[in-house]
């Protein structure tokens, strides 16, 4: 796996061993950065359930301002912490942070911290119920600047995912087994 475009494009990245984690394809973070556009320049980045932290990293490479990554897999939290030792080499201003909490406990820590973000990632495990909760933790703890983006990967066999208010359905895309659905804040909700 590599990053595919930015400033830190054709660098490979470490992915953890093992089925606990299913890194994104290079085809669907091709597509899906397609999509985003210039909505990654200068963006404060979540990349939560980050796995080998790939999709937060192109985020990083492609301009975004700071990224957060939340993983509580120790093994994929290791490589994720390897991924940004080996791209940045203490160099980046602000550090990419990594957070090794489940989300259910890191999201109230970064309200306390009053971050704010322009851009989600949620991969979380595709059959673990993850969506709804930490949507719904995302929109009541107001971790989402206006006009946010959040971007849901899933299972061709999730069914709709659908986002509390004030997020609403931006865009949904299959690639294979793997779907992407993304909401905006600050838009009416899905019915």
Not at 121 to 130: G, I, K, T, V
Request: glycine residues 8%.
């Amino acid at each position: 796996m590599r990053i595919i475009a930015g400033e830190l494009g054709g660098r490979r990245l470490q992915t953890p061993k093992g089925e606990n984690t299913r890194p994104t394809t290079d085809r669907v973070r091709e597509a899906l950065f397609s999509i985003l556009g210039d909505h990654v320049q200068e963006a404060a980045v979540l990349d939560c359930f980050a796995g080998s932290g790939a999709l937060g990293l192109e985020a990083w490479s492609r301009g975004a301002k700071s990224v957060v990554f939340v993983e509580p897999d120790r093994h994929a939290a290791a490589c994720v912490q390897a991924n940004i030792d080996a791209l940045f080499k203490g160099e980046a201003s602000p550090a990419p942070t990594l957070l090794k909490l489940t989300a259910e406990r890191a999201l109230p820590k970064l309200a306390k911290q009053g971050l704010r973000f322009d851009l989600v990632f949620m991969d979380p495990p595709y059959d673990a119920n993850l969506y709804t909760p930490t949507l719904l933790a995302l929109t009541a703890l107001h971790l989402l600047n206006p006009g946010a983006i959040v971007v849901c990967e899933h299972g061709r066999k999730a069914g709709v995912i659908c986002a509390p208010s004030p997020l609403a359905l931006l865009d949904t895309r299959g690639y294979g087994d793997t779907h992407l659905t993304l909401f905006k804040e600050g838009s009416e909700p899905c019915a």
